[in-house]
């Protein structure tokens, strides 16, 4: 009787451990699926002019969110929507 209780204990034991590793998988490639290894993230900031801060001799380029940057230089802050490729803020 008790050889039998365990064998039930590990039979289910297995099966939870089957399920667990089957629903972590699955999950997984599921969320790997919405990430962008490859984005042109890059390719939109060599296309961006800055129009307040397109003179300065030096300029700084921070990341604020996904779709907008600002250049700080030395008249000011520049505030560029990357959706739209315009300057949103001007910042003196």
Partial sequence: MNQRILLFIVIFLGFLIVVGTTVVITTVIERSGKVDFFSDNNKKFQEINPEYCQDASERNMIVIS???????????????????NKTTHIIK
């Fill in 66 to 84: 996904d779709n907008k940057i600002a250049f700080e230089c030395e008249l000011g802050v520049e505030i560029i929507d990357l959706s739209t």
